[in-house]
């Protein structure tokens, strides 16, 4: 009979009541991303990764042409950008869905490393963008021996 709890009736309403309050908030605040376009849903998948002397990107971007895309280095940031275009449209028959995108895009990532922008080497094939870009020497860390002072001891006499 130790875990007494005091029944208070309206504690449920109000939970019920504060659930919604949020549910409601959320809801307005941010609607759903399937009812509107989000460019952040639209981004450019990417693979980066680091070997010994190289920091790799690989970028899919299908359905554009290797003149549309532009790639900068500014520091440890990386910028992908470039532009879709879409094809001639048949007017023949209703589209119900058309999900084929055109138009700009940007991609802005931060590299985990400097790297040496103009070294760098970009590949573009079949809708995939490969990038290496050499990492930046690194200044070599050098050693400097410490050497301790003798200390004479003069002898009590």
């Not at 309206?10 to 949020?22: I, K, P, S, Y």
């Not at 460019?39 to 042409?65: F, N």
């Not at 094939?125 to 020497?137: F, H, R, S, Y």
Request: net charge negative; aromatic share 8%.
């Amino acid at each position: 009979m130790g875990n007494l709890v005091r029944w208070e009736p309206f504690r449920d309403l109000t939970d019920v009541r504060f659930a919604m309050d949020r549910m409601f908030d959320r809801s307005f605040a941010r609607p759903w991303p399937m009812l509107r376009w989000e460019p952040a849903l639209a981004q450019v998948a990417i693979d980066l990764y680091e070997t010994a002397d190289v920091v790799g990107v690989t970028a899919s971007l299908p359905g554009v042409k290797a003149e549309d895309v532009q790639v900068s280095v500014t520091g440890k940031t990386l910028t992908i950008r470039g532009e879709t275009k879409a094809s001639t449209e048949e007017n023949e028959g209703n589209y119900y869905r058309q999900e084929r995108r055109s138009g700009a895009f940007q991609r802005v990532i931060t590299l985990p490393v400097r790297v040496e922008a103009d070294k760098a080497e970009a590949t573009f094939e079949d809708g995939v963008l490969k990038l290496e870009l050499p990492k930046v020497a690194e200044v070599k860390a050098t050693t400097i021996e410490v050497k301790a002072k003798k200390v004479v001891e003069a002898e009590a006499s």
